[in-house]
């Protein structure tokens, strides 16, 4: 089993910063993937960017440019820097880790809510 503990939500203006961490513990096999995904109010949860243990990196065309994914492998921790934040951002925070070999897992933490006033 694994654990995700996110951190790092609050509340902010629109145009600042934040910087979510999420930690994982258990039996983690060493090739994964880590993500952030987000649900707003009445809105679908909706990926918004993934990375895996090589480093490579993908974000969803909303947040490019503005948020960054990165992530300490001898910590198994994942980060989600975001900045020039907008109203629009405002959601639960989810941290997901996976892999498909040797057996398909998926993980999720708990949640964070960000908000961002405008």
């Known amino acids: 089993q694994v654990q995700l503990v996110e951190s790092g939500g609050g509340l902010v203006q629109a145009g600042e910063s934040l910087r979510l961490s999420c930690a994982a513990s258990g039996s983690i096999f060493s090739i994964n993937v880590m993500g952030w995904y987000r649900q707003a109010p009445g809105k679908q949860r909706e990926l918004v960017a993934l990375?895996?243990?090589?480093?490579?990196?993908s974000y969803v065309d909303s947040v490019k440019g503005r948020f960054t994914i990165s992530r300490n492998n001898a910590k198994n921790t994942v980060y989600l820097q975001m900045d020039s934040l907008k109203p629009e951002d405002t959601a639960v925070y989810y941290c997901?880790?996976?892999?498909?070999?040797?057996?398909?897992?998926?993980?999720w933490g708990q949640g964070t809510q960000v908000t961002v006033s405008s």
């Open positions: 990375i895996t243990s090589g480093g490579s990196t």
């Open positions: 997901n880790m996976k892999w498909d070999y040797p057996t398909y897992r998926n993980y």
